[in-house]
């Protein structure tokens, strides 16, 4: 049975760090650890909520390579959200400074392109039941 009220729940702290990731365009100012870290953050909690409306209980791990494998067993289009994995080192690695994010930037356009339409997506296989968002 699908958890609609938790997928709102996700969805809904999602859009904050999506919200974050509009505000943190500016590499001087946001380091690529801080952006990635939100960046990965938006991505979990959007693949969760995708799993929740789907009935799936998933576990509570940082590893979005993990959750979408869950996701796509249950839905094999969800795979086209592949490149969003590429941000799981930033969930603790990189934001502790355990290894090294490389000589190239972050693509910070690219990631948030990537990561509205992942939120586009679940927002689309929400049900519109009258729940209110908490």
Not at 30 to 35: C, G, K, L, R
Not at 37 to 45: D, L, P, R, S, T
Not at 63 to 71: A, G, P, R, T
Not at 97 to 104: A, F, M, Q
């Amino acid at each position: 049975m699908s958890d609609h009220r938790q997928a709102r729940i996700l969805v809904g702290a999602a859009e904050k760090d999506i919200t974050a990731l509009r505000g943190m365009s500016d590499a001087d100012i946001f380091a690529d650890e801080i952006f990635g870290f939100h960046a990965q953050q938006a991505v979990e909690k959007l693949f969760k909520a995708w799993l929740a409306l789907l009935g799936r209980t998933y576990p509570p791990i940082h590893d979005l390579s993990e959750l979408l494998s869950m996701l796509i067993e249950c839905q094999s289009d969800a795979a086209r959200f592949d490149p969003l994995i590429e941000y799981t080192p930033y969930a603790v690695q990189f934001r502790y400074g355990v290894g090294d994010t490389g000589s190239v930037p972050l693509d910070r356009d690219t990631a948030l392109l990537r990561t509205e339409a992942l939120l586009m997506e679940v927002q689309r296989q929400l049900p519109d039941d009258g729940e209110i968002t908490i």
